[in-house]
Nanobody
């Protein structure tokens, strides 16, 4: 596996939308966990949305109903559609894949391949 590469961050007003994309090299047929995390200044890294398996996706309560995670197997990308953005969504967003965890993988330590991060800034 190679390091994921994120794109699509930027600065928007509250209520607007952004789409993040991540080029990944994991084999989607094995359904290894892959997802998005974020880290705001002075805070720990937290899971935003993770594809855990073929039938199981985790979405944080703070973004449920606003963010959608998806994967494009043809393009080998992992996407995060973010709608109705709020100032509290401001953070550095990371894409991550895992070869060391299966099942319920929510913690950053469960993931061993990380992108460099892309900044999302939401102003009120």
């Amino acid at each position: 596996q190679v390091q994921p590469v994120e794109s699509g961050g930027g600065s928007v007003q509250a209520g607007e939308s952004l789409r993040l994309s991540c080029a990944v090299s994991w084999n989607p047929d094995t359904r290894s966990p892959a997802g998005w995390f974020r880290q705001a200044p002075g805070q720990g890294r937290e899971a935003v949305a993770i594809i855990l398996s073929r039938s199981n996706t985790y979405v944080a309560d703070s973004v449920k109903g606003r963010f959608t995670i998806s994967q494009d197997n043809a393009k080998n990308t992992l996407n995060l559609e973010m709608n109705s953005l709020k100032p509290e969504d401001t953070a550095l967003y990371y894409c991550a894949t895992s070869t060391i965890c299966s099942g319920l993988c929510y913690h950053p330590r469960d993931f061993d391949h990380w992108g460099q991060g892309t900044q999302v800034t939401v102003s009120s």
